[in-house]
T-cell receptor, first 116, second 112 residues
Framework: AQKVTQAQTEISVVEKEDVTLDCVYE???????LFWYKQPPSGELVFLIR????DEQNEISGRYSWNFQKSTSSFNFTITASQVVDSAVYFC?????????????WGAGTKLIIKP | DGGITQSPKYLFRKEGQNVTLSCEQN?????MYWYRQDPGQGLRLIYY???????QKGDIAEGYSVSREKKESFPLTVTSAQKNPTAFYLC???????????FGPGTRLLVL
């Protein structure tokens, strides 16, 4: 069965520090998709990235970067030079066509606190 | 501006009452979804609709009902059969089923 594990329940860092949020997934499919969403205190989930299983290239978008490693079934998210506005709960999710019929399997989320 | 709107932002339900949460999108997306989020938890799928006039149960459909009569609208009714409805409800849509989901601002439902 598919599963997404975000082992870090809460992380607290001082502004300008780099921080990495871990995501480990399990699936039997060879084709699957991984996602990261941000949920600020307002509650709305904001889409950050989608990555398919055949594209292991790391992605960088401004201060955000993602490291996808199939060998360790991980899709980690790094924020460089963190800012107070990055404070939110971050969710990792997985979907695949066979086991989940494309339904999103969600991790429990990591609460990130950036202190000024 | 294209997007997903949910109303109301806060909703209060009395015991034995049915309440309906609104979700509208003007993104021309075929698929729409309803999720429930409890405090400190991840999201759980209630219902989803791949196309107009069609919908399927998710993991926690009991006590909920939906309709999809128009492409842009996917209302969720929380019935009196849902014994613990207090939660944050999020609506999402995607251009087709299985593609990236985009979320609305959510509705907080509280029981009086």
């Amino acid at each position: 069965a598919q599963k997404v594990t975000q082992a870090q329940t809460e992380i607290s860092v001082v502004e300008k520090e780099d921080v990495t949020l871990d995501c480990v997934y399990e699936t039997r499919d060879t084709t699957y998709y991984l996602f990261w969403y941000k949920q600020p205190p307002s509650g709305e989930l904001v889409f950050l990235i989608r990555r398919n299983s055949f594209d292991e290239q790391n992605e960088i978008s401004g201060r955000y970067s993602w490291n996808f490693q199939k060998s360790t079934s991980s899709f980690n998210f790094t924020i460089t030079a963190s800012q107070v506005v990055d404070s939110a709960v971050y969710f990792c999710a997985l979907s695949d066509p066979m086991d989940s019929n494309y339904q999103l399997i969600w991790g429990a989320g990591t609460k990130l606190i950036i202190k000024p | 501006d294209g997007g997903i709107t949910q109303s109301p932002k806060y909703l209060f339900r009395k015991e034995g009452q049915n309440v309906t949460l609104s979700c509208e999108q003007n993104l021309n997306h075929d698929a729409m979804y309803w999720y429930r989020q409890d405090p400190g938890q991840g999201l759980r799928l209630i219902y989803y609709s791949q196309i107009v006039n069609d919908f399927q149960k998710g993991d926690i459909a009991e006590g909920y009902s939906v309709s999809r009569e128009k492409k842009e609208s996917f209302p969720l009714t929380v019935t009196s059969a849902q014994k613990n409805p207090t939660a944050f409800y999020l609506c999402a849509s995607s251009i087709v089923y299985g593609e990236t989901q985009y979320f609305g601002p959510g509705t907080r439902l509280l029981v009086l």
